[in-house]
């Protein structure tokens, strides 16, 4: 099992039995790093961004947690590590405090030290049994996922979360190899930026070798400002039922958050952990 360092203290390591039939709100958002991007002329202008703090960055920070509070399980595309940019606070957890969140953990995929740490991000409400740090094919490196296993045996959620290259070449290598990750999980869930959309050859590919089902066809995430592309998607088995899934219109990073609720077979035997604040004594 990988080291679940990142859980943040409570008093004690209690949990609460989530039984099937619960339903769980998941939420997946590529952040780029807390930058507001509103208008395209805002990548350039907004360039300096990227490579060194802006004060106004905490504050975007603050409205998305305010966002995730209302959410189970949280992929972050495009956060941070803890760098330059960032003020050297590592953005996964300054959400997973100020949303409450007792659990979270984060990987970087391009490390370009004290400059800035390119990481994805996880936020839960329950306790996982296992996470995996996954390197994506691709001949630039830098792209990965985070495979987080809630669960045990037949009872196991798995939960992937990627952030897929922009070439189509590239995407097609790296969704074959996702895959294979998920190919044996009873129940799954793949959701990220995976920068293609719902009608797009990569994703008939992938709908074609997994049992995920196909996406909602009207849910355009990018950009931000004037949604015209489906680039960010929640995938799940057909042993997850969607009872809703939707975008959140918050703009603030140059994609919108997209959102579901599934519906737990009564095989799954989750363990939800103490809220943070009760865990604290609040």
Known sequence: MSDLHHELENDEDEV???TGGERLQLLSYNIQAGIATTRYRHYLTHSWRHVLPCPSR???LDRIASLLQGFDVVGLQEADGGSLRSGFVNLTEYLALQAHFPWWYDQTNR???KFAQHTLGMLSRYVPTDVAELRLPGVIPGRGALAVRFGHGSGTLLVVIAHLALGRRARLRQLAFLADVLEDAPHAVLMGDLNCE???LEMD???ARTDLCPPPASLHTFPSWRPQRHIDH???SPSLAVRDVRVINLSIS???PIAAEIELPDTLRLSRAIPLRAAAGA
């Open 16 to 18: 609460i039995p989530a």
């Open 58 to 60: 905490l504050d975007n």
């Open 111 to 113: 490390d370009l030290g």
């Open 198 to 200: 719902f009608d797009s």
């Open 205 to 207: 590919w992938l709908l």
């Open 234 to 236: 929640i995938l799940v």
């Open 254 to 256: 140059d994609h919108l």
